[in-house]
């Protein structure tokens, strides 16, 4: 299976903060990475696929960028919705798999 | 815009066998693959197996000796069942569109509700 390395785990930041979380696999996924985000009690949100589009419903304040082993998603100036999980996952190669998540939290 | 309901017994005990469907309502049905996918405090977000409307399975190698994915495409439903449940398979259960269909590679963009399943004695 591919190993997708989250990081930080956790994040505490404030609001209008830029916050960045990295994502790496374990091999070249080319460009099939996608991003949700997570409340809790709550299904996941797909919010970026294929690395860098975002979906229809999400802000522009979201975005994605990487290809091969390496993917950064960012949240340019945070609002109190932002506050959640996210959470990376290939789809390059079966079985697809997750990263372990990253939580923002309030500073 | 499709959305998708999700049920089944959420409390099981040991040797039992886990039993949940989900129903896709709006949008099309066909084309799309339909994945499960669960979610526990200790492994994450885990990908159990998908299906397409035709039966086209694929299962997760770490479950596939337990596990199977059926549809009925005329009611647009699939069904997940696994065995020989362990404490080690409480976690919630989530169904999902995607992450492939017929024609786009898209992530998984509509999710059923969750269901916690807890396995005990």
């Known amino acids: 299976d591919i190993q997708m390395t989250q990081s930080p785990s956790t994040l505490s930041a404030s609001v209008g903060d830029r916050v960045t979380i990295t994502c790496r696999a374990s091999q070249s996924i080319s460009s099939w990475l996608a991003w949700y985000q997570q409340k809790p009690g709550k299904a996941p949100k797909l919010l970026i696929y294929?690395?860098?589009t975002l979906e229809t419903w999400a802000p522009s304040r979201f975005s994605g960028s990487g290809s091969g082993t390496e993917f950064t998603f960012t949240i340019n100036s945070l609002q109190p919705d932002d506050f959640a999980s996210y959470y990376c996952?290939?789809?390059?190669?079966?079985?697809?798999?997750f990263g372990q998540g990253t939580k923002v939290e309030i500073k | 815009q499709a959305q998708i309901q999700q049920w089944g017994a959420g409390l099981l005990k040991p040797s039992e066998t886990l039993s949940l469907t989900c129903v896709v309502y709006g949008g099309s049905f066909n084309g799309y693959y339909w994945t499960w996918i669960r979610q526990s405090p200790g492994k994450g977000l885990e990908c159990i197996g998908e299906?397409?409307?035709?039966?086209?399975?694929r299962y997760s190698p770490s479950l596939k000796s337990r596990v199977t994915i059926s549809v009925d495409a005329s009611k647009n439903q699939f069904s997940l069942k696994m065995t020989s449940l362990t404490a080690a398979d409480t976690a919630v259960y989530f169904c999902?569109?995607?992450?492939?269909?017929?024609?786009?590679?898209?992530?998984?963009?509509?999710w059923g509700q969750g269901t916690t399943v807890t396995v005990s004695s």
């Open positions: 999902a569109r995607g992450p492939n269909s017929d024609w786009y590679r898209d992530g998984m963009d509509v």
């Open positions: 996952q290939q789809y390059d190669t079966y079985p697809w798999t």
């Open positions: 299906i397409n409307h035709r039966g086209s399975t």
């Open positions: 294929k690395s860098s």
